[in-house]
């Protein structure tokens, strides 16, 4: 999708910091077009459903905001195919989300300036013409042609009843009958993580579930470290973060491992990682790559910020950076216009591709 040639990058720019320094005065008035074009209708749902739809207006300009930031249109249409899933499993009217997206459109037009309306409001169209088309739900991540499919169902079904202690054990005799961690990784760890993620989208879980599920993992990976610290070191050093606000950690935690498994030196920094902080660890881990992982477009601005203060730091400038992630996914060029070096679908590429960044294909 092509934004019209007389929409500049800049004007695209100036629209994100407008959304987002306009962020609750414009979601105030969305929710309030919802409630008049329909006051019986959204007059049942209360002061809490009130709220709940200030929450998703937010929402809305915030991933408008980031989509615009990087110029990318199919971002913010991936994000309205998300919450078309999301919201078909709540009881709400069908139109919800095309309306919700129109008084977006609708009050953007009135409340920034023309330029900068008009490339939000190109977003908008696309994602709205889109919508009918976007899948109307997301299969399920464990597949019985993927390897391992009987395990992946053994786990996800172990830490969805919370039996950690089982779901540990399974992981562990697992390992001791051969198969490898990285195997286990791939095709248990992480269609099981994306499988949790599905199943809250479509409120089959509880975000409390999904919170304890995703620590069982963790639980488990940590109980594999004393098979996984013991490949040689070839003098290649990793530091491995999530930028601030991001608490998806797991994809860069397992890169981080796969790394320590084919002899890098890795320094795990996890979710939330202050971008002010990073320079100083990149210089005292001496590292050759930085490796940033972002779950949530929302979090790209984030992202870029990580970017520009390493390479604002001399000492930082022969580091490589390369980032992942779902956005990345999404826009597979995503990772030029943020500035890195580049980009990983997972972990196995993820070392490919760090090889080559530091001259060892």
């Keep these: 999708m092509i934004l019209d040639a007389a929409i500049s990058p800049e004007i695209c720019t100036q629209a994100s910091r407008q959304l987002k320094n306009m962020e609750t005065e414009l979601a105030t008035e969305i929710v309030a077009r919802h409630y008049e074009n329909d006051p019986q209708r959204w007059a049942g749902y209360g002061e809490i459903g009130r709220q709940h739809s200030l929450q998703d207006a937010r929402y809305h300009i915030n991933y408008l905001a980031e989509a615009l930031a990087v110029q990318d249109i199919p971002l913010f249409c991936e994000y309205a195919a998300w919450v078309k899933n999301l919201f078909a499993g709540l009881p709400l009217p069908e139109d919800t989300l095309q309306k919700s997206f129109q008084f977006t459109r609708d009050v953007i037009q009135e409340r920034l300036a023309a330029p900068q309306a008009a490339a939000a409001s190109e977003y908008i169209h696309a994602a709205l013409a889109?919508?009918?088309?976007?899948?109307?739900?997301?299969?399920?991540f464990i597949k019985e042609e993927q390897p391992h499919y009987e395990l992946a169902s053994k786990y996800l079904e172990l830490i969805l009843a919370a039996e950690r202690q089982k779901a540990c054990n399974l992981i562990l005799s697992t390992a001791d009958r051969?198969?490898?961690?990285?195997?286990?990784?791939?095709?248990?760890?992480?269609?099981c993580q994306l499988e949790i993620g599905r199943l809250w989208q479509t409120h089959q879980i509880s975000i409390a579930q999904e919170h304890y599920s995703t620590a069982i993992t963790q639980t488990a990976m940590a109980l594999l470290y004393p098979r996984l610290f013991s490949t040689h070191q070839n003098g290649k050093r990793l530091v491995a973060a999530c930028v601030s606000g991001e608490l998806h950690e797991i994809g860069i935690r397992m890169v981080?491992?796969?790394?320590?498994?084919?002899?890098?030196?890795?320094?795990y920094l996890g979710a939330n990682t202050p971008a002010r902080t990073i320079p100083a660890v990149l210089i005292e881990q001496q590292a050759h790559v930085l490796a940033i992982s972002i779950s949530l477009t929302v979090h790209l601005s984030a992202l870029v910020e990580m970017i520009q203060i390493v390479r604002t730091c001399d000492e930082c400038r022969k580091i490589k950076i390369l980032v992942g992630g779902h956005p990345f996914n999404v826009s597979p060029s995503l990772w030029k216009r943020v500035g890195a070096n580049g980009y990983a679908a997972d972990a196995m590429s993820a070392i490919r591709v760090a090889n080559q960044l530091v001259g060892n294909p």
Aim: charged fraction near 10%; proline fraction near 11%; include cysteine.
């Design 130 to 140: 889109y919508l009918p088309q976007a899948p109307n739900a997301c299969p399920s």
């Design 178 to 191: 051969g198969v490898s961690i990285q195997d286990i990784y791939l095709n248990i760890f992480q269609p």
């Design 256 to 267: 981080a491992d796969f790394f320590e498994m084919e002899g890098w030196h890795t320094t």
